[in-house]
């Protein structure tokens, strides 16, 4: 218990000596995860076919500036939360360099980026910094892909998770858990569902598709995201049963239970959600 307990007091003080460290130094030095301008080829990410991957279609509803406390919990709705400073500290936090310095030690797992997810690879932190971000390849499928995304350790992330600011936009009994996760460009989790929860993006664009319950979308589960985007997105584009958006930084979006959703990572991004499940 002594050894638990000095462990994270450690763990502790990594995190304030980053916090410090990053919060002297001035954003534009440290911001690791800025979304790149479209016309850069790895940031904003275009395809061998040279076309761009940031057009967003049908819109999800947007909540206006009375934020996600006017969500509906019936339909995906989208926000921008309020630049707080908590918001600002934790983003700051979040950086790649910050979290190399906490956390590049530590062992993370990996999950295969198709639709069930059943493949897992440990690696360091650093190393999957280092060697799995970067961008996706075309060839490249789903079941062959790893991301980081969930499986979080919750006692070594602890210090760095305590500190985010959970939505405060409250589905009746349900209770709150949070995934952090961070991903290249052009990766992504091609078409899944699971229960009801918000999804925040902390740094880069990520973009959204969604169906209702009943309606299967067309898909291939292991092969990704940006290949259903270059190869089937043009015939299905105006199916009106379909929706979507991108978020930037500070955008978060509310799913709901049992809706398909895809996802695309159009720049190097992080990003967190809090699943709501019921007590």
């Given at each position: 218990?002594?050894?638990?307990?000095?462990?994270?007091?450690?763990?502790?003080?990594?995190?304030?000596s980053i916090f410090i460290k990053v919060s002297s130094a001035t954003t534009q030095d440290n911001v690791?995860?800025?979304?790149?301008?479209?016309?850069?080829?790895?940031?904003?990410?275009?395809?061998?076919?040279?076309?761009?991957?940031?057009?967003?279609?049908?819109?999800?509803?947007?909540?206006?500036?009375?934020?996600?406390?006017?969500?509906?919990?019936?339909?995906?709705?989208?926000?921008?939360?309020?630049?707080?400073?908590?918001?600002?500290?934790?983003?700051?936090?979040?950086?790649?360099?910050?979290?190399?310095?906490?956390?590049?030690?530590?062992?993370?797992?990996?999950?295969?980026?198709?639709?069930?997810?059943?493949?897992?690879?440990?690696?360091?932190?650093?190393?999957?910094?280092?060697?799995?971000?970067?961008?996706?390849?075309?060839?490249?499928?789903?079941?062959?892909?790893?991301?980081?995304?969930?499986?979080?350790?919750?006692?070594?992330?602890?210090?760095?998770?305590?500190?985010?600011?959970?939505?405060?936009?409250?589905?009746?009994?349900?209770?709150?858990?949070?995934?952090?996760?961070?991903?290249?460009?052009?990766?992504?989790?091609?078409?899944?569902?699971?229960?009801?929860?918000?999804?925040?993006?902390?740094?880069?664009?990520?973009?959204?598709?969604?169906?209702?319950?009943?309606?299967?979308?067309?898909?291939?589960?292991?092969?990704?995201?940006?290949?259903?985007?270059?190869?089937?997105?043009?015939?299905?584009?105006?199916?009106?049963k379909l929706t979507e958006c991108t978020l930037g930084p500070g955008d978060i979006i509310y799913f709901?239970?049992?809706?398909?959703?895809?996802?695309?990572?159009?720049?190097?991004?992080?990003?967190?959600?809090?699943?709501?499940?019921?007590?």
């Amino acid at each position: 218990m002594v050894v638990s307990m000095m462990r994270r007091i450690i763990r502790l003080l990594t995190v304030i000596s980053i916090f410090i460290k990053v919060s002297s130094a001035t954003t534009q030095d440290n911001v690791d995860f800025e979304a790149i301008p479209g016309n850069v080829e790895d940031g904003g990410w275009y395809s061998a076919l040279g076309r761009p991957v940031d057009r967003s279609g049908p819109s999800v509803n947007r909540i206006g500036s009375g934020g996600a406390n006017q969500f509906k919990f019936t339909l995906p709705e989208s926000a921008t939360l309020p630049d707080t400073s908590t918001a600002a500290k934790f983003r700051l936090l979040t950086q790649l360099s910050a979290l190399l310095d906490g956390y590049g030690h530590t062992t993370i797992r990996l999950s295969s980026a198709n639709s069930y997810s059943y493949a897992k690879r440990d690696v360091t932190f650093h190393e999957y910094c280092k060697k799995h971000t970067h961008a996706q390849k075309l060839d490249s499928l789903g079941n062959e892909t790893f991301y980081f995304f969930g499986d979080n350790n919750h006692e070594e992330w602890e210090d760095l998770l305590t500190l985010y600011n959970i939505p405060n936009y409250f589905l009746p009994k349900h209770h709150p858990a949070l995934s952090f996760g961070l991903a290249g460009a052009g990766s992504g989790v091609p078409f899944h569902y699971h229960g009801p929860g918000f999804a925040e993006t902390l740094w880069g664009r990520k973009r959204w598709f969604m169906y209702p319950p009943n309606s299967i979308p067309q898909f291939h589960p292991n092969r990704t995201t940006l290949q259903w985007l270059l190869e089937d997105y043009e015939k299905l584009k105006n199916d009106p049963k379909l929706t979507e958006c991108t978020l930037g930084p500070g955008d978060i979006i509310y799913f709901p239970d049992k809706w398909w959703h895809a996802t695309l990572n159009i720049d190097k991004s992080v990003f967190i959600s809090t699943f709501l499940s019921p007590l």
